[in-house]
């Protein structure tokens, strides 16, 4: 799967560092989804606030995709990722400096992690440029294998908050945030062949291709799905099965990890034999 060529062909610092920056990115994204259950706690949250709770970073990282989108064919992804990744650097620390006091401040928290959730509009094309057609697939799927990051949150958030208070966790995630931002900085480059930005009438012109419809939907239902699940398992297996905290947490990262590692895999195979039929079979 990983042949000489393919290591020949790209920029394998590059392809790290989108792979750090989209894995810690989305830790952070979810991050409400492990804390739920402390968080619920706090300020005696219903089933419908917390499902509110952890569906407001996924919403906001849907949407500000389009803007990182934009920016990344405009500014180029470097800078796109640099920019967002302080953006969330900044309101993690405000979070836990000032402290988060009320179900509108955790509502406001998440709507600022959904700019990690944008790191996907950036980290792919950021690694995909550098490579040609027959090994763009697997160079996405190993950045794209950063959603992995959704299991590091599951397995360490409920654990930590249990120990520092989940507050302090907010705080803490912005440590391994701040090694990938530097690791970002230094060892990202840009591909040679940026394409040129496009009008915005080119850009809505791909919404009369049928195909990217079918496309947007079945990306919403699986992608979307798997990140809803995997923000909200650790409440559900919490509410629903009476587990505690950190074992919910174990077994939100082992529904995840298989999802997140199988990527590079089912990107050679659109390599090998397309992706329509790779879609097909899935």
Wanted: charged residues 10%; aromatic residues 12%.
């Amino acid at each position: 799967m990983l042949s000489r060529s393919f290591f020949k062909a790209g920029h394998a610092p590059t392809l790290f560092s989108a792979f750090l920056y989209f894995d810690l990115s989305f830790m952070v994204w979810v991050l409400l989804g492990p804390l739920g259950v402390a968080i619920a706690k706090t300020f005696h949250l219903d089933p419908a606030q917390k499902g509110l709770m952890v569906a407001i970073p996924v919403l906001s990282g849907a949407l500000l995709r389009l803007v990182a989108g934009l920016l990344v064919d405009h500014i180029g992804p470097k800078k796109t990722g640099i920019l967002g990744q302080l953006i969330v650097l900044t309101g993690l620390l405000v979070a836990w400096r000032l402290g988060v006091h009320s179900y509108a401040q955790v509502l406001a928290l998440g709507a600022a992690l959904g700019v990690a959730g944008a790191s996907f509009a950036v980290a792919l094309p950021l690694a995909s440029r550098w490579y040609p057609p027959e090994h763009q697939g697997l160079a996405l799927g190993i950045a794209g294998a950063g959603n992995s990051g959704t299991a590091l949150a599951a397995l360490f958030a409920p654990t930590l908050a249990q120990h520092f208070g989940w507050n302090n966790v907010i705080g803490l995630a912005a440590l391994p945030l701040s090694v990938a931002f530097v690791v970002y900085v230094f060892f990202a480059k840009e591909a040679p062949n940026r394409p040129a930005p496009k009008s915005l009438a080119d850009y809505l012109s791909v919404l009369k291709t049928g195909d990217a419809w079918w496309l947007m939907l079945l990306y919403g239902v699986t992608f979307g799905g798997f990140v809803g699940l995997s923000s909200s398992l650790t409440i559900y297996f919490n509410s629903e099965y009476g587990l505690p905290a950190v074992t919910a947490g174990f077994f939100t990262a082992a529904c995840v990890f298989a999802g997140s590692f199988i990527r590079p895999v089912g990107g050679a195979i659109a390599d090998r034999f397309g992706g329509v039929r790779a879609l097909s079979v899935v």
